[in-house]
């Protein structure tokens, strides 16, 4: 790596200055990132020290009103609050700065007990779990004053609540809503809170599921996204894995984040699926499948950053697990090189099961392959062949 000159900043950060570049480079930073992450850090040391803060005061609400002073600087980089969570996850792990605080308010022991119940009960993952909460925690706020008041929520109560709510939301944003407050009404009852289910009280968000799926995707056109990555850099090779476990085996964006080296049995030709609601499946893998992933992991993937035993890595440094977001950047990236309208994991998921179904698989059996409790579930997903169906039809009587 260049070498890169670097004068430790005035400010409550300068002691600091030696320590976190050298964890930079540790964690695999290119040249031209560290240059930027270090001005960075010279720039909030010397912010800090005009605002009187010290560097144990550094937290998301400042690194919020530094993005803003950055912006209003005229800079262009860096500029976002989340371009400081390098730094604080740095100051954090050497205990500069304290761990984000817990949200403080009167329902936040009943939602500590919510919380176990989606994690325990429910098995639900983490970015389900917060989203839930945040919800419940408006919505306790917004029909009561403390938790002894729910014991009395009544019907109204609910249905003026998320009519008030949902009015100011899309309608995705509305559907996840009433989703969150179904799973906590559930909890009120099963935990005895309100002596009668309120579930009914919940309004329906209008437009139906079924209209939103994606249409299917033709096999030549699969074909072009597969060969849209390039197959001698470490991304493509990435990538190319990545879409093959979508639209081979249907899998979904948070089941190929959570796939570990660990959950690909080689000798047997088996991948166990972390799917949701905690449930771990195992399936075939397929030779195609299992060849894109080892051609990836033998001469694509980087040197993981603390020994990260995700199979998917990112592709800048630091070198962790990918996202959710970040598979679904592939298979759109891989579309606009393919020239197709730009498309999402949904249409590879939904390709998967409709070559499954027709290639002679029964609907239960697509089912066990994409992991689905009911049948209807799988019928979203599957695209019948019209022409499949034509010698089924009878003959109208005179013809």
Known sequence: MKEHHFVRPGGPLGPF???YRTHLV???????SLQHLLTQFGEVSRWLDSEGLLAAQLNEVQAQRFAAFRRARGRVTLTSP???????AFLRSISVVAERAEAEGPFEEFLGSYRCFLFNERGLADKTVAAHLDAARHFCLGVAKAPADLAGLRGSDVTSYLLTTCRRQSSPSARRTVVAVKSLLAYLHVTAIIPVSLIPAVPKVAGPRRCHQPPELSPSQVARLLESCDPHSGVGLRDYAILMLLARLGLRPCEVVALMLDDIDWHHGEILVRGKGNRH????????????VAAY???GRPA?????RKVFLRARAPW????????QAVVQNASQRAGLEEIGPRHLRRHAATQMHRSGASLSAVAEVLRHHDTKVTTVYV?????ALSGLARVWPGA
């Open 17 to 19: 200055a030696d320590d």
């Open 26 to 32: 540790a964690v695999g930073y290119a040249f031209g």
């Open 82 to 88: 989340a371009s400081v969570r390098p730094l604080l």
């Open 281 to 292: 499946e195992r399936l075939p893998l397929l030779s195609e499948v299992g060849s894109a």
């Open 297 to 299: 992991l033998q001469e």
């Open 304 to 308: 993981p950053t603390d020994g990260c």
């Open 320 to 327: 962790t697990s990918i996202t959710f977001a970040a598979v």
């Open 383 to 387: 695209d019948v062949d019209g022409s």
